[in-house]
């Protein structure tokens, strides 16, 4: 099994390939997933993602902070069985409004600058998921957890 | 895109589309050499066939299951066994079958041809990989020459092949293969030319055999050799062996048959054809610009060039090139029957004779200075036996390894490992000895009164019949307690034996219902695959299996017996230390430094900050069944007194002298990998879910761990840690 270094790097290394993550919230025991362009500081314990409040993801999440987080690699290929990776993150989501939210905010402009405007709409949510842990599953059926200490 | 090409429709740039072997044929073709009626099969179709039916994934889905660098040799091989009866199962796509098939009815009739494998990078100057892929000769018959060519394609991941192109460092996903079909010729003699000697430039090397070429080209027929003169063209020297077999086309493939003996009598080549060859060699030469490794055959007064291609070991400097060693991985049945007898009629004999010889001597009445040279000569004598142990006992477990492959040609099955089943009726030394327990078991079980007394720890209540059996296994099999078998009171203040009855007592292993059944009916499968004289070779590759998967456990029962008499004397000079010191018991002790309890340590760091954990290890599935229960990490014998029905057994290796707690175990878990271990063979002799090939399972798991066993898959589950944030969730990945 890797170290938490080498887990760390393979953490980071995805997060930096990738632009999009599949988000799991729920209402009423109903799980619903949804789409978001993602962001990562680079010490991991952090996801963050932009979204309309008026969204069902949004109302969701306002409802219960608990939610998972895919991220993946995989290139819709045959050979995705033996090299993708997939990470997902488990923790709580919570709308950022203080002092922090302007350097996240740019930090999260940088890697999607296409969203400036969506992101600088009045109505639009900048949220930050709190990662408790991590399931990393690659080479098919290799699964490892992390496990933050908060 | 044409499926297949005949030599004509070869063009100038088509080297990686056909192959070496093809390329070379057609380039010997368009020289005017005289070859026989050939046909390629491009490397595209080899790509088309493994996309078309999802096989190239799962190819790279096994190559992946674990680093390739982390994978022991055993593993490679199961890898590639595995591999190839993917190609064994898997039919062709139906339109493409049917152009294969009509193309190579229409082009050869019935006329009996050989499928040849021409790998795009093989046999250039700077890689060769002769003898890593393979061929098949005499077959005729569209459905029997479209199997073959399944099976030259799956050489491409042969465990040799595998191993090779790692080491030379090509990417084995990019790795096709083209095929060659090639028409019989039934040569009253063939050979090699080598037109430049690797050794004397100077000179040239003919050798040749009687009948076709495939015993020389193996090495297991010795040929006839002649050394040319390269400047004069002259013969300088005949070389004879004693000529003793040579290999005909039979039913299906070749066999290797006691030459008559007017031809054993007389060189295949006579002093002008030498010549003839040898012409034909050098013009190759000066055509392909290079010295030539030239493969021919004799066929009345027809000579014909069967492949030419560059010798590759010519001031390249290659000694590391470790094909040969791959390639000695695996040994002929010939071969291995010869080892069989050396074996069985020499080496085991001689192995249970020190051990009784060793066993009368009474140590405790040797002087200090006769009981050091006692410890040196055991020490010697064990080094001695544990040397046979690499040199002729490790190789002769290719038997199974031979049979398997004969098995999964002949029958197909799905499951690459059933004919481990066809070889378990054997009587194996450790089940013997598991036997004998679970008889004594039986007797406590039956008698409460026995039991009682058992538990009460005080032998002098146990019953005296009942402890003459029990003397009687310990004389046989030692007290369970030591790491070698025989061995005795290494634990001092246990009686291991007695609890682990006890433990019996309550859990009797499950049977294997219906398992003699199943093995009656895999060998009738198994043999009616064959006709005629290959049935009986087949009944004999069975046979020398069945002995070659008894020696894989009984070997190391035999070898425990000679390391438990050298500890028995090393413990009788630590007993004799302990009243008084002997500086020469002191100083023999130091140097024979026997591992006596084969502790290994194992700690894993301390958790601080992040907890990273597995959740799921995967390892080969090596014994079907699923199993939940607590781990039991084995890191030294002692360990094993510990071991509860119903735990799971999880250790580097499991070894015979340790398996006598398999039948109380839910299911194995071992680092070590291979199908043909004996923690997969005992596993599954006793039909319990085992897994192996597992990277750091004894460290990642801990004693006391809830685990899940999937031996169908090869996947192990660990259980969440209590008060982890997940606790409740009960995830399954």
Known sequence: METKEQFHERLVELFNSQKLAALSTQKGGQPYASLVAFYAADDARHLYFITSKTTRKFANLSADSRVAVLINNSTNTDSDFHEAISVTAVGKADEITGPDKESVLSQYLAKHPYLNDFARAKTCALVGVRVESYFMVRNFQIVTELHIKT | ?733
């Open chain 2, 1 to 733: 895109m044409k499926r297949i090409l005949s030599l004509k429709e070869v063009q100038a740039d088509d080297r990686q589309r056909v192959g070496g072997k093809g390329y070379a044929l057609w380039r010997l073709a368009d020289g005017g050499f005289d070859i026989p009626d050939t046909v390629c099969i491009p490397s595209d179709v080899y790509r088309e066939f493994v996309d078309r039916t999802g096989l190239r994934e799962r190819i790279f889905m096994e190559l992946h299951r674990k680093d390739f660098k982390e994978m022991r040799w055993e593993e490679i091989w199961d890898c590639a066994t595995r591999i190839r009866n993917m190609f064994l199962t898997q039919r062709l796509p139906e339109n493409l079958y049917q152009e294969l098939g009509q193309t190579l009815q229409d082009r050869f009739q019935t006329r009996s041809v050989a499928v040849r494998s021409s790998a795009p990078d093989e046999d250039d100057a700077r890689s060769s990989f002769a003898g890593l892929h393979e061929s098949f000769v005499n077959l005729s018959g569209a459905a029997d020459i479209i199997k073959h060519i399944r099976m030259v394609w799956a050489s491409l991941w042969s465990d040799a092949a595998l191993l090779y192109r790692q080491e030379i460092g090509l990417d084995v996903e990019k790795s096709a293969m083209a095929v060659v079909v090639q028409e019989t010729i039934a040569g009253d003699c063939s050979g090699v030319a080598f037109t430049r000697d690797p050794n004397n430039p100077r000179q040239a090397v003919i050798e040749s055999v009687h009948g076709l070429n495939q015993g020389l080209v193996d090495g297991e027929i010795e040929p006839d050799r002649w050394m040319i003169d390269r400047d004069s063209g002259r013969i300088a020297s005949h070389t004879q062996p004693k000529r003793q077999h040579w290999f005909i086309p039979s039913h299906g493939g070749v066999d290797r048959a006691v030459l008559p003996p007017e031809k054993a009598g007389t060189p295949p080549l006579g002093e002008e054809a030498v010549k003839t060859v040898w012409a034909t060699a050098l013009k190759a030469e000066k055509y392909f610009r290079a010295p030539q490794d030239v493969e021919w055959t004799y066929f009345k007064q027809r000579l014909a060039l069967l492949q030419s291609r560059p010798i590759t070991t010519l001031g390249t400097g290659d000694t590391n090139d470790r094909r040969g060693w791959y390639l000695s991985l695996h040994r002929s049945f010939d071969n291995l029957k010869d080892l069989r007898r050396k074996i069985e009629q020499e080496l085991i004999p001689a192995m249970i004779e020190t051990a009784d010889n060793l066993a009368q001597k009474d140590l405790s009445r040797l002087s200090a200075e006769n009981l050091a040279r006692e410890i040196e000569h055991r020490w010697e004598i064990n080094n001695k036996w544990v040397n046979v142990y690499w040199s002729d006992f490790i190789p002769y477990a290719h038997g199974v390894r031979l049979f398997g492959q004969v098995y999964n040609d002949a029958v197909q099955p799905e499951d690459p490992y059933e004919f481990i089943d066809l070889l378990a009726d054997t009587n194996m030394a450790s089940l013997a000895r598991n036997n004998m327990l679970l008889d004594l078991a039986d007797a406590v079980r039956k008698d409460p009164a026995l039991r009682h007394a058992l538990e009460g720890g005080d032998a002098t209540d146990i019953d005296s019949d009942f402890m003459a059996r029990v003397e009687m296994f310990i004389e046989k099999f030692g007290d369970l307690s030591c790491p070698v078998t025989g061995g005795r009171e290494c634990v001092l203040g246990t009686a291991p034996l007695l609890r682990l009855l006890l433990e019996l007592v309550d859990h009797p292993p499950s049977g294997n219902i219906g398992k003699v059944d199943r093995v009656k009916q895999l060998k009738e499968t198994y043999l009616n695959s064959f006709a005629g004289d290959q049935q009986k070779r087949a009944r004999e590759m069975l046979d020398l299996a069945k002995s070659s998967y008894r020696l894989r456990d009984d070997d190391n029962i035999y070898l425990g017996r000679i390391e438990a008499q050298l500890l028995a004397a090393i413990q009788e000079a630590k007993k004799r230390l302990k009243d008084r010191s002997s500086a020469v018991l002191q100083t023999v002790l130091t140097t024979v430094a026997f591992e006596e309890s084969g502790a290994k340590s194992a700690s894993a760091p301390e958790p601080h900050g992040d907890v990273l954990k597995a959740r799921q290890l995967t390892g080969q599935p090596s014994g079907p069944g699923i199993a939940r229960g607590k781990a039991r990490i084995i890191r030294q014998h002692n360990d094993l007194v510990d071991f509860k029905s119903g735990e799971i057994l999880v250790c580097d290796a499991v070894d015979p002298n340790m398996t006598f707690v398999v039948p109380l175990a839910a299911a194995v878990v071992e680092r070590r990998g291979g199908m043909l271990i004996h923690g997969a063979i005992i596993a599954r002799e006793y039909g319990l879910p085992c897994i192996t090939g597992v990277p750091g399972a004894t460290t990642l798991i801990k004693t006391g761990d809830d685990i899940t066993v999937d031996g169908y898959l090869g996947i192990i589950t660990l259980a969440e840690i209590k008060g982890s944030p997940t606790q409740q969730e009960d995830s399954n990945e």
